[in-house]
């Protein structure tokens, strides 16, 4: 079959897209835990958790935090840094506190229903054009194509370089099956999750192969990110099962409220470190040094019991620094 491009849109192309796509859809989806029912809440904690992160640092975070809150009620019933707790570990954390919010305007504004209409979606804390479009298709049915990262590479593989902006949702629309738009729409995300890989393309797996226009030739535009390099130490001051910890500060522009090992300062670096770890963060790189012993006297913290340490709100670096150094 000859490769189509964007004009040969039409309704046999159409046909044969959506049912290719679903018929391997069936075959190939993976078993993964937000798929069981279409539950909205599940379904919209999974999207919130998906967004910037893959799905396998995902999994048991998900599973955690439905065990904590359960029900949107719950969720919205809990206090932010019980949330923040529970979060810790998936970093952006304004997305943990967005989710929070909406979650009050859902139990307060539609008495605990999740709304399933896209205007009602989109009015809440943190939801946008994506999240929105995924909920009310994959819980709700409702005819709405959604475009992340994976829709936008898989349409620009098979449409050539003509796609660009609202001419992805356009096309994503047009293909969109009326008569299974959530699965569909989990398709086209799995497909490029699994098959139409940036780099390296599984072709001669994809249902669609014969409708590409590319054959998985399409350069990715190439996105250079020069990565900061910072060097850190923190004290790990460890006495009668407890740890003394330091909390951000509320106004802070980076996890703000979040607890974490009191940083030492340059002049207190001498020492040898009792162990260094890498972390990164965006665009830094830090190389951490781990000191054990009494933590300056300058931070203001406070002691907290090695069992209650996992309640607390912790940086995705402290959690790092304490299960390196076997404390959680």
């Known amino acids: 079959m000859r490769p189509v491009n964007r004009q040969k849109l039409d309704g046999l192309t159409t046909r044969r897209w959506r049912q290719r796509l679903l018929s391997w859809y069936d075959r190939n989806r993976r078993d993964l835990p937000w798929r069981q029912d279409r539950d909205p809440y599940r379904v919209w904690i999974s999207e919130i958790m998906l967004q910037q ?17 359960p029900t949107v009620q719950k969720l919205a019933a809990a206090r932010e840094p019980a949330v923040l707790a529970a979060w810790s570990g998936l970093g952006y954390y304004r997305r943990a506190r967005m989710m929070h919010a909406a979650a009050k305007v859902i139990v307060k504004q539609h ?10 979606l989109r009015s809440l804390p943190g939801v946008g054009r994506y999240t929105a479009a995924a909920i009310s298709s994959i819980a709700f049915d409702a005819p ?3 475009v992340d990262g994976n829709v936008e590479r898989v349409l620009g593989r098979v449409f050539g370089p003509g796609l660009a902006g609202e001419s992805f949702w356009q096309t994503a ?38 409708l590409c226009a590319t054959r998985g030739h399409l350069e990715q535009p190439k996105k250079v990110i020069h990565q900061k390099q910072r060097d850190i130490c923190y004290a790990l001051d460890h006495r009668n099962s407890s740890v003394f910890l330091v909390q951000r500060p509320k106004h802070s522009s980076l ?36 000191m054990r012993g009494p933590a300056p006297v300058l931070n203001q913290g406070r002691w907290v019991a090695r069992k209650n340490i996992l309640m607390l709100p912790l940086t995705g670096l402290t959690r790092k620094i304490l299960r390196q150094a076997h404390v959680i």
């Open 53 to 69: 992160t893959r799905v396998s640092a995902v999994l048991e975070h998900y599973r955690r935090f439905l065990r904590r809150f």
């Open 111 to 120: 008495g605990g229903r999740f709304p399933g209409g896209i205007v009602e």
């Open 144 to 146: 709405a194509a959604v």
């Open 173 to 210: 629309e047009a293909l969109l099956s009326h008569k299974r738009p959530g699965d569909f729409n989990q398709a086209m995300m799995e497909l490029g999750a699994t098959v139409c890989l940036p780099r390296q393309p599984r072709c001669s797996t994809c249902p669609v192969f014969g």
């Open 255 to 290: 996890m703000p409220g979040m607890w974490e090992l009191p940083e030492i300062p340059a002049t207190n670096r001498s020492s040898p470190a009792s162990f260094t770890l890498r972390h990164s963060i965006t665009v830094t790189d830090y190389t951490v040094r781990v």
